[in-house]
């Protein structure tokens, strides 16, 4: 074994229920017969949701290609691993989904010893840039032919050679600040002027710098500078414990809470094969409902105050206001902290506090009908949110959008149907798309959104049984790893977790759908007027902190 968990032949793993929780094929083989292996996965290892591949690095792009154009893949995470001082090297991980097959493949490859490089991507791949600028960020990978090799997450006063993520940075230590200046790209043209926004904004916003190429009002081009939030989080997790891990998850973005340590503990799950109680899984799934209403009542609140419609904001604010306190009144949290833990839950949703959320579910429907109409029957906000802000179905495929954004551009992505998790896996639930790609299409997802979360809370409560919420063997195995998802208020997040022989975290990687659909603001944007920005990130709203890490 030249790396940890690298196999040198083909093996295919059975099933969870067998007791495992990954299928693996490993290289040696052509890129036609990788192909043709995983195409022709049998329905019990692709029932494991994780088919682990092992390539050669030189053949990454061929397999990629393929991927997407004969599987139908769409990359959604990349990372590196520091597998020093163990072994010699980094391993790469290329994160595919195959909704049509319910599954993720895993492409793992090795950097060759004493190699920094390793090859980009982006160029055929537009939603790699990110992901492999973050690696050479954090690990001082070089992604060779990246068409943009600026700094992501480390800004200009951080010095060259320290790697957050490499064994060898001493994370106790302060880190000495160095003088330097980010350089945005300029549009050259008479009468183009550029406008800074932020990085400090007003009110409560978390930092980010908007930079504005435009003619007059119009805007030519939009330029991101984020991740003034950083904290390390990834790095903090090293040798964590479990329930330390769970804490940190609940805390990347607050209002993500139940869906980041969901995804979260279903990696450690997968890793431990446990299988947690029926309860469970449908208490799981309320929480994530409740938490996927109060976030789209908060945008639909931010979008109606940002065209002037203050009463529509109002209504909305209230209706969320209930959905807070009835958070806490079954979590003891208003942001349901505290409650998700691998194996299950740590608190039960006692009889009358579900009779109160099914008496919610009842009575929320009229109050939301009404506040749509008052929205959309309104032509001062259809004049703004109509035509405002669209996203092409071709860009949101290109940069592999996620959750609503992608629903409101015609693309049917859904985690709970993609790859079903938990009480979802059996649900026949409906996906809402729209296809206009603007303000007006996003928040008409979020309403429909909100009237099938409703039901999802009167399904899965309706003939609930009594019983355990907590695995009654939560132990681990020596040592693993495994990836976790959750279909998030904005969209699909990804956790990979390593547990070492002690039980601790190893490494965790984490990729929220803001990390997506960020670098899809822009082409939302072009040709819109600047005064429409606030409207447009509102009806975007993805998370600063969720993004940074």
């Known amino acids: 074994m030249s790396r940890r968990g690298f196999m040198p032949c083909l093996i295919i793993l059975p099933s969870p229920s067998e007791g495992f929780n990954m299928a693996l094929v490993t290289n040696g083989n052509s890129i036609k017969d990788i192909l043709d292996m995983i195409d022709g996965l049998k329905e019990d290892a692709v029932a494991a ?9 030189p053949s990454l792009r061929q397999i990629a290609s393929g991927v997407i154009d004969r599987l139908g893949g769409s990359l959604q995470f990349v990372f590196a691993v520091d597998e020093r001082p163990g072994s010699d090297g980094f391993s790469l991980h290329h994160v595919f989904g195959i909704s049509a097959r319910h599954c993720f493949l895993h492409v793992r490859s090795e950097v060759p010893t004493g190699s920094l490089e390793f090859p980009s991507l982006t160029p055929i791949l537009p939603s790699a840039n990110w992901h492999e600028r973050k690696i050479a960020d954090m690990h001082g990978l070089i992604p060779v032919d990246h068409p943009d090799p600026r700094r992501l997450v480390l800004h200009e006063d951080w010095p060259d050679g320290l790697s ?17 200046e980010y350089m945005f790209q300029r549009i050259e043209g008479e009468g183009i002027f550029e406008i800074p926004v932020g990085p400090v904004h007003a009110g409560i916003i978390e930092p980010g710098h908007f930079r504005f190429s435009s003619i007059g009002e119009k805007i030519l081009y939009l330029e991101l500078r984020l991740f003034y939030k950083y904290r390390g989080v990834e790095r903090y997790l090293q040798g964590k414990s479990l329930l330390g891990g769970v804490l940190a998850a609940e805390r990347i973005s607050g209002d993500e809470t139940v869906a980041n340590a969901v995804a979260y503990c279903q990696a450690v799950e997968r890793i431990a094969g446990i299988d947690i109680p029926e309860r469970a899984k449908r208490l799981r799934a309320v929480l994530q409902e409740l938490e996927r209403i109060h976030c789209h009542l908060a945008d639909i609140a931010g979008a109606a105050t940002d065209v002037a419609f203050s009463a529509g904001a109002a209504k909305a604010a209230i209706l969320r206001e209930r959905v807070m306190a009835i958070n806490e009144t079954v979590s003891g949290s208003r942001f349901l902290r505290g409650v998700i833990v691998h194996g299950g839950l740590r608190r039960d949703i006692d009889n009358g506090a579900s009779r109160g959320l099914l008496d919610f579910a009842d009575v929320s429907r009229n109050a939301l009908n ?37 629903r409101a551009s015609g693309i049917p992505t859904d985690a709970r149907i993609d790859y079903p998790y938990g009480f979802y896996e059996l649900y026949p639930l409906e996906i809402a798309v729209r296809n206009d790609g603007d303000v007006a299409a ?22 609930i049984q009594s ?5 009654k063997d939560t132990s681990l195995p020596s040592s693993g790893h495994g990836l976790g998802w ?21 490494n965790c990687r984490w990729r929220t759908p803001s990390f997506n659909n960020w670098p899809a603001l822009p082409y939302a944007l072009e040709g819109d007027i600047v005064p429409d920005f606030p409207l447009v990130n509102k009806s975007f709203n993805l998370s600063y902190a969720g993004n940074d890490l």
């Open 49 to 57: 949701q994780e088919v682990l591949v092992d390539i050669d690095l």
């Open 164 to 180: 957050p993520l490499n064994y060898d940075f001493d994370a106790s230590r302060p880190v000495p600040r160095v003088a330097g």
């Open 370 to 406: 009404e506040l749509k109409s008052s929205i959309f029957d309104r032509s001062s906000v259809l004049d703004r949110f109509e035509r405002t802000g669209a996203l092409s179905k071709s860009n949101a495929v290109d940069l592999a959008v996620v959750g609503p954004v992608a």
């Open 442 to 463: 996003r928040v008409r997802i979020k309403f429909d959104e909100i009237e099938r979360s409703l039901q999802i809370i009167e399904d899965a409560l309706c003939d």
């Open 467 to 471: 019983g355990d919420i907590c695995a």
């Open 486 to 506: 959750a279909e998030a208020p904005r969209g699909l997040t990804l956790c990979w977790v390593e547990i070492g022989d002690d039980g601790r975290i190893v």
